[in-house]
């Protein structure tokens, strides 16, 4: 199985934190009681919050200049496994690992399962691939896939997603996610119209080899690969195309993928309205594209995110479930360390929208105070929530403080031995 770190090694390195931990965590209480808040409900809650990771998430990332790869890359989908297992073992908020074919793709599903079992791990929504060419693919992705001018590359590219759906049955996953790479680099060289009809042509087909308990999860982004427009530019045409295949259709947010300044809670609210969140990707920019860590660079929007979501919850909205997931690019820290963080940081957001008092906003909405709205959200966002992370980590037998711990390991040394590098970038982000 690997180098693993052992629940006597986290508990060990927790011993000398936990008086701390349990003061940090009465002082939070007393304060928020005052604000009539009981901080036993709210660790709770935060103790049952997930977010997955993507199978690809553990390898270093890259940019089309350069990768930079990491000692103890893990070189298959076992040993990224085994990556997400420790990533679990010490935040336990991240049960759930997002396979990507043909990335990921075994001879014996049932021994992958197997391996997840033991690792106390599932599966998430399986992710199809057809932005790159696979060795004797027969027909080639350079100029689309289920958009394609050519109908057997379409064929190709349909396939495709239906042997991920089954692939990802035999895994105990049921959700596909299709992100599409198809696109144009020119104006003029794609009919818009006509190249969408083709897409969603080649859904239909995807859709109807869906299990009735699956769903389908379309994730826009508004550039790259292709630079002039994207099929699947963003959430118009992703809820439009949703709406057209069915109730199991969704949209799919992925942060990263929206022009800058957008306002993204709001498209998130509006796909909670017409029942059409499929789920997130996390992750964080400065400038495009889903490069940074979750909550590095826009804390306060991953805040009004969550802050959408809990209201959803709060009031019980209906067809409301969506699923969590990061994806993220690391090129310049070990990724277990930056999704271990990412994952916090998630729950952290999560935990501060639950501090909003949601009949004292509406009471400010209704009579229109535009500043005491405001700052009730600041309150809960200001509101240092660690030690309820800490103690929600903890009791489900999580590490008080996860990196430390991880470096404390020397995990990433020890594994650098059983893996030695394979000088590819097999496991590297797209
Ligand atoms: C590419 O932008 C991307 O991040 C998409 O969001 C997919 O979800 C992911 O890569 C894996 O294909
Ligand atoms: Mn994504």
Same mark, same amino acid.
């Given at each position: 199985?690997?180098?693993?770190? $052992?629940?006597?090694?986290?508990?060990?390195?927790?011993?000398?934190?936990?008086?701390?931990?349990?003061?940090? +965590?009465? =002082?939070?209480?007393?304060?928020?009681? %005052?604000?009539?808040?009981?901080?036993?409900?709210?660790?709770?809650?935060?103790?049952?919050?997930? &977010? =997955?990771?993507?199978?690809?998430?553990?390898?270093?990332?890259?940019?089309?200049?350069?990768?930079?790869?990491?000692?103890?890359?893990?070189?298959?989908?076992?040993?990224?496994?085994?990556?997400?297992?420790?990533?679990?073992?010490?935040?336990?908020?991240?049960?759930?690992?997002?396979? +990507?074919?043909?990335?990921?793709?075994?001879?014996?599903?049932?021994?992958? %399962?197997?391996?997840?079992?033991?690792?106390?791990?599932?599966?998430?929504?399986?992710?199809?691939?057809?932005?790159?060419?696979?060795?004797?693919?027969?027909?080639?992705?350079?100029?689309?896939?289920?958009?394609?001018?050519?109908?057997?590359?379409?064929?190709?590219?349909?396939?495709?997603?239906?042997?991920?759906?089954?692939?990802?049955?035999?895994?105990?996953?049921?959700?596909?996610? &299709?992100?599409?790479?198809?696109?144009?680099?020119?104006?003029?060289?794609? +009919?818009?119209?006509?190249?969408?009809?083709?897409?969603?042509?080649?859904? %239909?087909?995807?859709?109807?080899?869906?299990?009735?308990?699956?769903?389908?999860?379309?994730?826009? %982004?508004? *550039?790259?690969?292709?630079?002039?427009?994207?099929?699947?530019?963003?959430?118009? $045409?992703?809820?439009?195309?949703?709406?057209?295949?069915?109730?199991?259709?969704?949209?799919?947010?992925?942060?990263?993928?929206?022009?800058?300044?957008?306002?993204?809670? /709001?498209?998130?609210?509006?796909?909670?309205?017409?029942?059409?969140?499929?789920?997130? +990707? *996390?992750?964080?920019?400065?400038?495009?594209?889903?490069?940074?860590?979750?909550?590095?660079?826009?804390?306060?929007?991953?805040?009004?995110?969550?802050?959408?979501?809990?209201?959803?919850?709060?009031?019980?909205?209906?067809?409301?479930?969506?699923?969590?997931?990061?994806?993220?690019?690391?090129?310049?820290?070990?990724?277990?360390?930056?999704?271990?963080?990412?994952?916090?940081?998630?729950?952290?957001?999560?935990?501060?929208?639950?501090?909003?008092?949601?009949?004292?906003?509406?009471?400010?909405?209704?009579?229109?105070?535009?500043?005491?709205?405001?700052?009730?959200?600041?309150?809960?966002?200001?509101?240092?929530?660690?030690?309820?992370?800490? /103690?929600?980590?903890?009791?489900?037998?999580?590490? &008080?403080?996860?990196?430390?711990?991880?470096?404390?390991?020397?995990?990433?040394?020890? &594994?650098?031995?059983?893996?030695?590098?394979?000088?590819?970038?097999?496991?590297?982000?797209?």
């Amino acid at each position: 199985m690997g180098y693993t770190i $052992t629940p006597e090694f986290v508990a060990e390195h927790n011993e000398s934190h936990l008086p701390t931990v349990k003061q940090d +965590h009465d =002082a939070l209480g007393e304060r928020l009681e %005052k604000r009539g808040i009981s901080i036993a409900d709210i660790t709770e809650k935060a103790s049952r919050f997930q &977010v =997955a990771v993507p199978s690809w998430g553990v390898g270093t990332g890259g940019t089309r200049f350069a990768r930079f790869p990491n000692v103890g890359e893990p070189r298959n989908i076992f040993e990224k496994m085994n990556d997400c297992g420790v990533i679990n073992q010490l935040v336990r908020c991240t049960g759930k690992v997002s396979p +990507h074919f043909p990335w990921d793709k075994v001879e014996d599903a049932g021994e992958l %399962k197997q391996h997840a079992d033991n690792l106390g791990l599932g599966f998430d929504g399986v992710n199809s691939n057809t932005f790159q060419d696979q060795a004797n693919q027969e027909h080639s992705y350079k100029y689309g896939s289920l958009s394609h001018t050519n109908k057997a590359t379409r064929e190709q590219a349909i396939a495709h997603n239906v042997e991920c759906i089954k692939l990802g049955q035999k895994l105990g996953s049921n959700a596909l996610t &299709v992100w599409l790479a198809d696109g144009s680099n020119f104006p003029g060289q794609q +009919h818009f119209q006509h190249s969408l009809e083709r897409y969603l042509d080649s859904m %239909k087909a995807i859709y109807a080899a869906l299990p009735g308990d699956w769903t389908m999860s379309i994730e826009h %982004k508004m *550039f790259e690969p292709a630079f002039y427009s994207t099929v699947m530019q963003d959430w118009g $045409t992703n809820i439009l195309c949703a709406m057209e295949l069915g109730e199991k259709a969704k949209s799919l947010v992925d942060l990263g993928h929206h022009a800058p300044n957008v306002n993204i809670e /709001m498209i998130v609210s509006r796909l909670i309205q017409f029942k059409k969140l499929a789920g997130f +990707h *996390f992750n964080d920019s400065k400038y495009g594209d889903d490069d940074l860590d979750s909550g590095s660079i826009h804390p306060y929007q991953q805040f009004l995110i969550f802050n959408e979501l809990v209201d959803a919850e709060y009031r019980k909205q209906e067809g409301f479930n969506p699923s969590y997931m990061l994806d993220q690019s690391h090129n310049v820290t070990d990724p277990v360390e930056s999704l271990m963080n990412s994952a916090i940081e998630v729950q952290r957001s999560y935990v501060q929208a639950l501090l909003v008092n949601r009949e004292t906003l509406y009471g400010y909405q209704e009579s229109n105070d535009a500043l005491m709205a405001s700052n009730t959200l600041k309150e809960a966002f200001n509101t240092d929530v660690s030690s309820i992370l800490v /103690m929600a980590r903890t009791n489900n037998g999580g590490a &008080v403080a996860p990196i430390q711990a991880f470096r404390d390991s020397q995990y990433r040394s020890k &594994v650098a031995v059983e893996r030695p590098s394979t000088g590819q970038s097999g496991s590297g982000i797209v």
